[in-house]
């Protein structure tokens, strides 16, 4: 049994022994981090989306206070979204988790650690190490990221674990994978000020990036503004040329406008017979999808899809495209990404300022979940399935080889569905709420019901997958804790502890380490003292990786930078005044054995749910405002942000639909899927196009009426297509 030498276990600034716990004021605990002022400011990265931005913090007596946004960082360059203004404000929810809890009841983290071991251990004992999975998030630091799969797989002994980032960029890696042969976004946001012709595919970033969207508005080219989305979105408002698809049409209307480009010679051949492979095949396989086909499929006009090729095709200065969840979260989600980075191989545009095929991600982390997870990938884009790979990591870390597993986990739908078949006894949640967040949100909350042992760690117990748990641990938030975010555009941000953590609650790092020593691997994990020492971990599991960061020397140097781009070796650091806007690929060479990026594609299928007569309708889902984010765990404790955001849940439905089913604005509706019915009033509104309708995510009743499907590639849920039926409410 692991004791804890006193009653109480509070955050701290020092490494986890004995003597904390004896002689806390030692260590500095409730103490600023010697390096701030009391009354001065610090600099942080925002925790909430992948843009990154940079913030002040201003600090009061020790305490941060308020956020301004940093004219200085050259991410967003003075501005900040709504989020940014109110970082602070969650800190001081009433709701924060303050201690352990044991069935609802506070224990102290003696009992929770005793309980944690004793359970988990009981469940691998009994029933193997595929018995027991951990689900984290694109919200941590990179180095609790490293830790927490560290500490499961090479420790613990679990096979299993995911992030929610399987929610929002799992087919971003996927495609990048296979077309590029690395996870590598090959742009910089200061492209959105250098094209000439910008695409927005399945993105609204007026709403979702505003500060990426403050980017576009600066571009002084007088840009031609392309925008692919079934809705007329804000930003597709402000688009030159808006069209307005069939929901899931949008891998057809690529493969049409690559047939329209090939068949008119408007392709970049130098560069395609240079830098790429497959392109041949690829063009015998798109002569299928001539534009009387495509138009059909996808409601266009032929013009418009001679618009839209002439707009973007070889020659034109500078295009570049973007995508962001209505390509991710779709059927065929790989595809569609791929169907986009054709167009930017065909046409050259890749490698030069204004260009790239540019996902953009969603988490604040989602980025460095990808490379330090330890999920899928092993730990720095490395692969479980390479012996040369385990050796190397084992090495980096000091780890005996033979705790690197040989097979990556299971995705987070074949977790879930592990526990539905009995095969997975235990979960482990960290700072996700699936049980908002899931789709086909009924059957999510059934399966824990099946759990032996389920335990869930966050800033906050009341969740709705928080109050299921048999066991939560109070985590620190943003601004509690130092580590680094990894944003959109590869650039590792700094973010700072400038706040202490409420009552026991432990940063995740922390929390890690503690459960470290209950394990009985201390020793194991000995290096593993801070977040800054995690990060020199870090860099020699990336040498020699395409995202190698072996260059950077530290946290100092990171916020000295204005935050710093991977790659970044030790010889280009040398290097006097290393750009801080790097591009991937601009000498055509890409990270496949041949160095040639790759042409690939399938065949389109419909969705897997259509519209019949009895459930006529498409229901979409997206984000609704600028003011709230994802779940709304943190932003609903902002006044100010509810104030900027629908205090009701409202269905966006075409005034067409409206009169056909004697629907008047305002009024109660139920809208009925083959899984769940809810009401809300309807807002009849001309920018959904008729057979549609459109729900915001943010609500925790919508993902009752989602369809539960995933992309057979990248395993990313199909959040943007379901049928449903509408009808005026008799309540």
């Known amino acids: 049994m692991f004791t804890l030498p006193a009653p109480t276990f509070r955050e701290w600034n020092g490494p986890l022994t004995e003597d904390l716990v004896r002689d806390p004021a030692r260590f500095g605990l409730g103490q600023l981090p010697r390096r701030l002022q009391p009354n001065g400011t610090a600099k942080s990265i925002c925790g909430f989306c992948s843009t990154g931005c940079g913030l002040k913090l201003h600090l009061k007596d020790g305490v941060a206070i308020n956020a301004t946004p940093d004219p200085d960082y050259p991410v967003n360059l003075g501005t900040a979204c709504p989020k940014g203004w109110e970082a602070l404000t969650p800190l001081d929810a009433a709701d924060r988790a303050t201690t352990p809890l044991l069935h609802g009841q506070p224990v102290d983290w003696q009992t929770a650690m005793n309980v944690f071991c004793e359970k988990m251990k009981g469940v691998l004992d009994q029933h193997g190490p595929g018995s027991a999975a951990f689900i984290s998030t694109g919200q941590m630091m990179c180095e609790e990221m490293a830790f927490l799969g560290s500490l499961t797989k090479f420790g613990m002994g679990l096979i299993h674990g995911d992030g929610n980032t399987r929610q929002c960029m799992a087919t971003a890696v996927t495609a990048y994978k296979e077309s590029f042969g690395f996870d590598a976004p090959p742009f910089t946001y200061a492209d959105f000020e250098e094209s000439d012709v910008m695409v927005f595919i399945g993105a609204n970033p007026c709403i979702a990036h505003p500060i990426m969207w403050q980017r576009v508005l600066r571009n002084k080219r007088q840009p031609q503004i392309i925008v692919v989305d079934p809705r007329t979105t804000e930003t597709a408002m402000a688009a030159t040329q808006h069209y307005a698809i069939q929901p899931k049409s949008d891998l057809t209307l690529l493969y049409g406008i690559a047939h329209l480009l090939i068949r008119e010679g408007a392709v970049d051949t130098q560069f395609v017979s240079e830098s790429t492979t497959g392109f041949e095949e690829f063009s015998t396989f798109v002569q299928a999808y001539t534009p009387e086909s495509v138009a059909a499929a996808t409601g266009l006009t032929v013009a418009q899809l ?29 595809r569609t990404a791929q169907a986009i980075i054709n167009l930017a191989l065909m046409t050259g545009n890749i490698g030069k300022p204004g260009t790239g095929a540019n996902s953009i991600t969603g988490q604040c982390n989602a980025m460095g979940s990808r490379l330090f997870s330890n999920t899928t990938n092993l730990i720095g884009g490395h692969d479980f399935k390479n012996p040369a790979h385990r050796a190397k990591i084992a090495e980096a870390m000091g780890f005996p080889v033979e705790r690197i597993p040989d097979q990556p986990s299971l995705a987070y739908d074949q977790i879930l569905e592990g526990i539905e078949s009995g095969k997975i006894k235990a979960l482990w949640i960290i700072a996700t709420n699936p049980s908002h ?105 990336t040498q020699d990786q395409p995202c190698e960061i072996s260059g950077i020397q530290d946290y100092a140097m990171i916020e000295k930078s204005g935050g710093i781009q991977w790659p970044l070796k030790v010889t280009d650091a040398a290097a006097p005044g290393f750009a801080t806007e790097r591009r991937l690929f601009a000498d055509g060479r890409f990270f496949t054995p041949d160095q040639r990026a790759r042409f690939i594609f399938d065949p389109t299928v419909p969705p897997p749910e259509l519209p019949d007569a009895d459930f006529p309708l498409i229901l979409i889902t997206g984000r609704g405002t600028s003011a709230q984010w994802h779940t709304e765990t943190r932003t609903a404790k902002s006044e100010v942000l509810r104030k900027l955001a629908p205090a009701e849940l409202f269905l966006d439905i075409h005034p067409e639909d409206a009169r056909q089913l004697n629907i008047r604005d305002m009024s109660v509706v139920m809208v009925e899927s083959r899984r769940a019915s809810l009401t809300m009033k309807a807002r009849i509104s001309p920018g959904v196009c008729q057979g549609q309708v459109f729900l915001p995510m943010h609500d925790p009743r919508v993902n009752q009426l989602t369809h539960w499907a995933v992309d057979p590639f990248s395993r990313q849920p199909n959040y943007k297509h379901c049928a449903v039926r509408v009808s005026p409410s008799t309540r």
């Open 306 to 334: 001679q618009c839209f090729a002439d707009t973007i095709r070889a020659g034109t200065p500078r295009v570049s495209f973007w995508w962001t969840m209505g390509v991710n979260q779709s059927h065929q989600a790989t």
């Open 437 to 541: 967040s899931w789709i086909n949100q009924k059957r999510f909350n059934n399966l824990l019901s099946k759990l032996d042992f389920f335990v869930v760690q966050d800033m906050y117990g009341t969740t709705e997958t928080a109050r299921q748990a048999h066991l939560f641990l109070p985590a620190a938030a943003w601004g509690e804790k130092d580590g680094t975010f990894i944003n959109s555009e590869r650039r590792i941000g700094f973010s700072r502890q400038v706040r202490r953590a409420p009552g026991q609650a432990l940063s995740d790092f922390r929390i890690f380490r503690l459960i470290a020593h209950a394990w009985g691997l201390g020793d194991l994990f000995s290096e593993w003292t801070s977040p800054e020492a995690v990060f020199q971990i870090l860099k020699r599991c």
